[in-house]
Every structure is written in C-alpha cells, then in structure tokens.
C-alpha cells in the first residue's frame, strides 16, 4: 500500500510541475503542424464531521480526498480529433488515520481496499475516443460521456453513465461523479429551410457492453461504505429463545452490517448487457425540444436479501451487526420521454433585472421497470411501468440591497415519480430504495457572484416530500485566478424523519469542508 501512496504523490507533483509551465490555461503543441493541448487539474479536499459521536462516522476530521486529472487533444486533421483523460482519486485519511483507535474500532480502517485509491486502468483512464466528423455528420466512439438530462440534484433522463458517489454526496450537479463508459455516438444535423425550425438533428448511442460498468453507490457497512455507509436500524432483535416453546426471551439491538452480495451482471460483449439510445433534437422558435428513447440496463442492481444473517458481530457501541445474504441483478431499462427548455419573454420584469426566465421540462414513461416486494420471508421481483417527470425554472434577478452589481441566479425544480397498478397489499423497493407510488420532491439552487466573479456562494436544496427529508449544501468560492488557484468551503447537513427512507440513513453525516484547486 506504501508503494501505492508514494506512486499517487508522484503523479501529482509531476502534474504540478506541468501544469507550472503555463499558469494561464491549457497549453498549446504543434505536432506534424496540426494542434494538441494539454490541460488538467490537482484537487485536495478535507472534511471534518459535526454529526455527534455515532458509530456510523467519524467525529472531526474524516476524509481528505484529492483528485488529478490530465487531459488532451490532439487535431492530426480537420475531420479528425483525438481525446484522453486519466484521473487519480483517493482519500489520504486512510494514511492519516491509520493509527487512529476510533478509525478502527468502528471498521473504516477496513473499508481502505474500496476507497482509499483508485488503481488499474478502468478507473485511471477517465475518457478516451476519436471523433470524425465531416459535413453533416459527427461520429465519436470510445470512453465517453452522454448527457441528456436538463436537472441538477436527481437525475430522469440522464440514464446511459453511471455515477460514483462512494465517497459522498457532495457533487450536486454531478460535474464529478459522473463515470465514462465505452460507446459509439453518432449524430446528424439537418439543415431545414424554415423559419419556425431554426436547428434539427439526430444523435445514435450504441453501448456495444466491451465493459460492464454498474453504479458505485454508498455501500452498507463501515467496512464497505467508510463514513458514507448508511446507519440502517434494525431495532430489537431475538436473541434466546426458550428451548421448550421455541419463543424469544431475550433481545438485543441491531443494525445492518455489510452485505454478502451475490449480483448477476452481463458479462463483457454480451448482448444482453448492450444498449440503444436515440435522441431527435430540435430548435423551434428559440425553443429547444428533444424526443428521447432508451433500451438498454439499469445501472444499479434490483436486490432483495436472500435468507437468514450469515454473520453477526457486535459493534463498538454493543449494537449488533447482521450481515445478511444479498442477491439481484440489473434489470432492463426501457423508456421514452422528452424535454423542453426554452426563456419566456413575457414574464421579464424591469423591477427584478429585466432577465427573462429560462423553463425546463423534462420526463418520461418507463416500460416495465423492475422492483423488489416487501413481502416476507423473501421478496419476489414484480414490474410496473413508471412516470417520472421535473418542472425547473432558471431565472436571473437582481436584488440590490443584497447585490447591486450581479445577478441571482435562482434554479426551483419539482419532480415526481409514480409508479402505476401499485400494489396495495405491500411495498415496492426499487434500485434507488423503498418507493411509494407516488414520490415528490423539490430543489433549490442559488448562486451569485461578488468583486468581479472571484467569490461565488451557492446553496443548493433538496427536499425528500415524500419520505419528509433534507439535503442541504451551502459553499462560497474565491476564485484567485479563473484558469488555476478556486478555495472553497462548506457545509452539507442531510436528515431524515422516516427511519430507513430517504436521508435519514445518512443524517449523521453532516461535515464541514474545505478543498483546493489548481487549474493548468
């Protein structure tokens, strides 16, 4: 482990050092005379708990992620353009804390095989693909990324990458987390003579599944998950029974330990595991719509628990840890929607900075989506097609009294999910957690800028309607330099009142933190 330390410390002192010869930006090569740019980043972050003492994280100091990524491309000619980026993650806490006697009481000294540093090509190599284009046409294949989706804090359309958010759920507007997978994306844009129909084009996905990439979500257990691994309260629990009647006589608490998973995944090149895409896009009046349809995998696995605890120990706090079999697989996803973002004239107003505000739509009927039952003693997988849909309004006022030279920039958003032919005999669980039939929730983003765009706070919040739970993340950011040095620091505080449901898991996760940004 030592040796991988010292190799991640080098790679990021050698990107310094690169980046050092051209603090302005990207730098410029001439190779063959046609262009390549190299450009990148060095992040290290910290974060100091405030959530109490409690078994499922760490009081003070608990995590000190940093993060490298080094990208460039290269133009051999006008049609052509090559693209790479590698990207070193790991979390210096488990050097740092390694001694630590709380750090190993409560298991997260176990957890550093999962979290500590990201190895091995699959996670180094962050994107790589070619791009040619010609005329009309534009095909990219390779590692890549495909965003369709138009909402910041939960995603609907934006289903072909998975995300990485083991190590918390800081990433918001998912700049970071999102994860690159290998596929080939086609696009053709037509050139209507109308005046209505100012653009139109066509975008292909094909995911041909060379490498089944699945969702690394928070895992269950401080020995899986670290300090993001949810505290799911299992209650009184028998522990004696009478040997005459069979009854309990003595009980004890619990809480859910580490999963022994067992999960069914395509295999790589298998054509069950590949995927389709196609996204019709238009520009209508200054309006933009798309029309979306997707066939392909979920990118998290629909589980159930397969039988009785195969172990059980206790806890530093004397709660008892059930680590129960798991098992499941990643069902199909199959979907067709649309979305919708355009300003409104209308509605600009002289009196709030004369911005007209920017509405968007998004949504889509999902066919036959897979869920888990609650029905005991062991759940049965049923489907039920699903609509999801979010209403987002972007609008940018002035508020003078608390800003008199920039903008607000004020993002509300409404989603809802319902799941249709709901059982009422017992509950459905999805690939995201118990579900209801219907399922609400509400955001808020607001951001501004001060003394010429170098301090930037922004508050973002999220509220779980239906399971009555928070997610609120708060930051202000000193950009020294808009091409190297950004401080930020913050707070996210998450919390729950439906014990197992939405953030309440996680509400003693609440942290303060801080991280550094260097940009060449």
């Avoid at 390694?98 to 550093?112: A, C, P, V, Y």
């Avoid at 505290?231 to 629990?237: A, E, K, M, S, T």
Wanted: charged content about 20%; overall charge neutral.
């Amino acid at each position: 482990m030592r040796k991988r330390l010292f190799g991640g410390i080098g790679l990021g002192v050698a990107l310094a050092l690169l980046g050092s010869q051209s603090p302005s930006g990207a730098t410029e090569y001439m190779l063959g005379g046609n262009p390549a740019h190299v450009m990148g980043y060095i992040d290290q972050g910290a974060a100091y708990g405030i959530g109490g003492d409690h078994y499922d994280t760490k009081k003070g100091f608990q995590s000190a992620i940093f993060s490298a990524l080094l990208e460039g491309d290269y133009v051999p000619t006008p049609e052509l353009k090559l693209f790479a980026s590698g990207k070193l993650t790991a979390d210096w806490a488990y050097d740092i804390l390694h001694n630590n006697q709380e750090w190993q009481d409560k298991g997260f000294s176990r957890s550093r095989n999962e979290l500590y540093l990201d190895t091995g090509w699959r996670k180094m190599l962050h994107e790589a693909h070619v791009t040619w284009s010609s005329g009309n046409l534009n095909v990219r294949a390779g590692k890549q990324i495909v965003a369709w989706g138009e909402t910041d804090g939960l995603r609907i359309m934006d289903q072909i990458n998975p995300l990485d958010q083991r190590r918390g759920l800081a990433d918001v507007e998912f700049e970071n987390t999102i994860i690159p997978i290998w596929l080939v994306k086609t696009e053709y844009f037509f050139k209507p003579q109308s005046s209505w129909l100012q653009d139109l084009g066509l975008e292909l996905v094909f995911n041909p599944n060379a490498d089944f990439q699945p969702n690394r979500g928070l895992e269950v257990g401080n020995d899986k998950g670290g300090i993001w691994a949810p505290n799911i309260d299992l209650g009184q629990i028998p522990v004696a029974f009478d040997p005459e009647t069979g009854l309990p006589v003595a009980f004890a608490p619990a809480r859910l330990g580490s999963f022994v998973q067992r999960i069914d995944q395509p295999r790589a090149w298998d054509r069950q595991g590949m995927e389709f895409g196609a996204r019709l896009k238009a520009v209508i009046n200054d309006k933009i719509i798309t029309l979306n349809y997707f066939n392909g995998r979920e990118n998290a696995p629909i589980t159930r628990v397969s039988g009785p605890p195969v172990g059980v120990e206790p806890a530093s706090d004397g709660v008892l840890l059930l680590h129960l079999p798991l098992e499941g697989f990643f069902p199909r996803q199959r979907f067709a929607g649309a979305t919708f973002s355009g300003d409104f004239t209308s509605l600009k107003a002289s009196s709030l900075g004369g911005v007209a505000p920017v509405l968007r739509l998004e949504g889509f009927y999902a066919f036959g989506e897979t869920y888990a039952t609650t029905e005991q003693p062991l759940a049965r997988f049923v489907t039920h097609n699903e609509i999801r849909y979010a209403v987002g309004v972007d609008w940018k006022i002035k508020v003078p009294f608390l800003n008199p030279r920039a903008y607000f920039t004020i993002s509300p958003q409404f989603f809802h999910k319902k799941i249709l032919g709901y059982p009422s005999d017992f509950k459905l669980v999805s690939t995201e957690g118990p579900v209801d039939e219907n399922n609400y929730a509400t955001t808020l983003l607001v951001t501004t800028t001060y003394f010429h765009n170098k301090i930037v706070p922004l508050v973002f919040w999220l509220r779980d309607i239906t399971n009555n739970a928070h997610l609120v993340k708060a930051q202000v950011t000193y950009v020294y330099s808009q091409s190297t040095w950004q401080f930020t620091v913050g707070t996210l505080l998450l919390s729950g009142e439906e014990k197992g449901k939405g953030f309440q898991p996680l509400e003693n996760k609440d942290q303060v933190y801080a991280t550094i940004k260097y940009r060449f």
